[in-house]
Protein backbone atom coordinates (compact mmCIF):
# COMPACT_ATOMS: atom_id res chain seq x y z
CA UNK A 1 0.00 0.00 0.00
CA UNK A 2 1.34 3.56 -1.15
CA UNK A 3 1.72 5.61 2.27
CA UNK A 4 3.05 9.28 2.51
CA UNK A 5 6.89 9.60 4.13
CA UNK A 6 8.26 12.34 5.35
CA UNK A 7 12.28 12.72 4.81
CA UNK A 8 14.19 14.16 7.74
CA UNK A 9 17.84 15.15 7.84
CA UNK A 10 20.06 13.96 10.65
CA UNK A 11 18.93 17.06 12.85
CA UNK A 12 15.00 15.87 12.43
CA UNK A 13 14.21 18.44 10.09
CA UNK A 14 11.34 17.43 7.35
CA UNK A 15 13.05 18.37 4.37
CA UNK A 16 10.99 16.66 1.82
CA UNK A 17 8.02 14.13 1.34
CA UNK A 18 7.24 10.80 -0.74
CA UNK A 19 4.92 8.44 -1.86
CA UNK A 20 6.35 5.74 -1.25
CA UNK A 21 5.08 1.50 -1.55
CA UNK A 22 7.93 0.09 0.72
CA UNK A 23 8.27 -2.58 -1.83
CA UNK A 24 10.03 -0.79 -3.88
CA UNK A 25 13.73 -0.19 -4.12
CA UNK A 26 14.20 3.71 -2.88
CA UNK A 27 16.34 4.95 -0.27
CA UNK A 28 16.05 8.16 1.60
CA UNK A 29 19.35 10.20 0.62
CA UNK A 30 22.49 9.83 2.44
CA UNK A 31 22.11 10.71 6.08
CA UNK A 32 18.17 10.80 5.94
CA UNK A 33 15.67 8.79 7.28
CA UNK A 34 12.05 8.18 5.89
CA UNK A 35 9.38 8.06 8.36
CA UNK A 36 5.91 6.84 7.51
CA UNK A 37 3.52 10.42 8.11
CA UNK A 38 0.26 9.42 6.59
CA UNK A 39 -1.64 12.15 8.77
CA UNK A 40 1.18 14.69 7.29
CA UNK A 41 2.61 16.08 10.66
CA UNK A 42 5.96 16.90 9.50
CA UNK A 43 6.21 19.57 6.45
CA UNK A 44 9.48 20.68 4.89
CA UNK A 45 11.00 23.74 6.15
CA UNK A 46 10.12 26.29 3.06
CA UNK A 47 13.72 28.39 3.17
CA UNK A 48 13.10 32.57 2.45
CA UNK A 49 12.75 32.59 -1.07
CA UNK A 50 14.60 35.87 -0.39
CA UNK A 51 17.90 35.87 1.55
CA UNK A 52 18.22 38.98 3.83
CA UNK A 53 20.85 41.59 3.22
CA UNK A 54 24.37 40.31 5.16
CA UNK A 55 25.84 43.91 5.40
CA UNK A 56 28.50 42.53 7.35
CA UNK A 57 30.00 40.76 4.73
CA UNK A 58 29.14 43.44 2.19
CA UNK A 59 31.18 45.72 4.27
CA UNK A 60 34.02 44.18 4.60
CA UNK A 61 33.95 42.53 1.18
CA UNK A 62 34.05 46.37 0.06
CA UNK A 63 37.24 47.21 2.92
CA UNK A 64 39.14 45.14 0.86
CA UNK A 65 38.00 46.08 -2.69
CA UNK A 66 39.96 48.06 -5.70
CA UNK A 67 37.06 50.24 -5.04
CA UNK A 68 37.04 51.15 -1.50
CA UNK A 69 41.05 51.97 -2.43
CA UNK A 70 40.64 54.07 -5.37
CA UNK A 71 38.36 56.07 -3.06
CA UNK A 72 41.08 56.46 -0.34
CA UNK A 73 43.44 57.50 -2.97
CA UNK A 74 41.03 60.36 -4.03
CA UNK A 75 41.90 63.93 -3.34
CA UNK A 76 40.12 64.79 0.35
CA UNK A 77 37.22 67.09 -0.15
CA UNK A 78 34.83 67.91 1.99
CA UNK A 79 31.80 66.49 0.40
CA UNK A 80 34.00 63.20 0.31
CA UNK A 81 34.32 63.28 3.67
CA UNK A 82 30.77 64.03 4.27
CA UNK A 83 29.68 61.32 1.95
CA UNK A 84 31.83 58.75 3.44
CA UNK A 85 30.72 59.52 6.65
CA UNK A 86 26.82 59.78 6.00
CA UNK A 87 27.78 55.89 4.36
CA UNK A 88 29.41 54.61 7.04
CA UNK A 89 26.94 55.49 9.76
CA UNK A 90 23.99 54.35 7.41
CA UNK A 91 26.17 50.71 7.23
CA UNK A 92 26.43 50.78 11.45
CA UNK A 93 23.37 51.21 11.62
CA UNK A 94 22.35 48.14 8.72
CA UNK A 95 24.87 45.67 10.64
CA UNK A 96 23.10 46.72 14.33
CA UNK A 97 19.88 45.75 13.05
CA UNK A 98 18.65 49.02 12.63
CA UNK A 99 19.11 49.41 8.68
CA UNK A 100 16.80 52.28 6.90
CA UNK A 101 16.65 51.27 3.36
CA UNK A 102 16.02 55.01 2.34
CA UNK A 103 18.49 56.55 4.59
CA UNK A 104 20.92 53.67 2.96
CA UNK A 105 20.13 54.11 -0.35
CA UNK A 106 20.58 57.80 -0.07
CA UNK A 107 23.93 57.36 1.01
CA UNK A 108 24.76 54.73 -1.35
CA UNK A 109 24.01 57.68 -4.15
CA UNK A 110 25.35 60.24 -2.16
CA UNK A 111 28.84 58.27 -1.81
CA UNK A 112 28.65 57.51 -5.64
CA UNK A 113 28.38 61.19 -6.49
CA UNK A 114 31.23 62.32 -5.03
CA UNK A 115 33.64 59.15 -6.92
CA UNK A 116 34.89 59.14 -10.39
CA UNK A 117 33.25 55.30 -10.90
CA UNK A 118 34.78 53.41 -13.55
CA UNK A 119 33.57 50.28 -15.13
CA UNK A 120 35.71 47.69 -13.31
CA UNK A 121 34.38 49.66 -10.01
CA UNK A 122 30.84 49.32 -11.36
CA UNK A 123 31.21 45.73 -12.09
CA UNK A 124 32.97 44.81 -8.71
CA UNK A 125 30.85 46.54 -6.34
CA UNK A 126 27.81 45.10 -8.78
CA UNK A 127 29.21 41.69 -7.71
CA UNK A 128 29.60 42.65 -3.76
CA UNK A 129 26.22 43.36 -3.92
CA UNK A 130 24.95 39.94 -5.66
CA UNK A 131 27.24 38.48 -3.59
CA UNK A 132 25.97 39.52 -0.05
CA UNK A 133 22.09 40.13 -1.08
CA UNK A 134 21.82 44.09 -1.11
CA UNK A 135 21.13 43.78 -5.34
CA UNK A 136 16.99 43.22 -4.57
CA UNK A 137 17.17 46.30 -1.77
CA UNK A 138 19.40 48.67 -3.57
CA UNK A 139 20.55 50.60 -6.67
CA UNK A 140 23.65 51.59 -7.65
CA UNK A 141 22.55 54.08 -10.10
CA UNK A 142 19.80 56.73 -10.25
CA UNK A 143 16.33 55.55 -11.85
CA UNK A 144 15.48 56.74 -14.94
CA UNK A 145 13.28 59.84 -14.56
CA UNK A 146 9.49 58.68 -15.51
Do not use: K
Not at 98 to 118: D, K
Request: net charge negative; with cysteine; hydrophobic share 45%.
Amino acid sequence: MTMEYAILDSNGICISRILWDGLTPWRPPAGCTAVADPDRLCLPLVESAVPTPDYQGFYSGLLNSLTYRSVVLMPATAELARALAIFVSAMQDAMSGRVNPSAMQGAIWLLLSQVALTEAHAIELAGLMATYHLSGSYLLSLPEPS
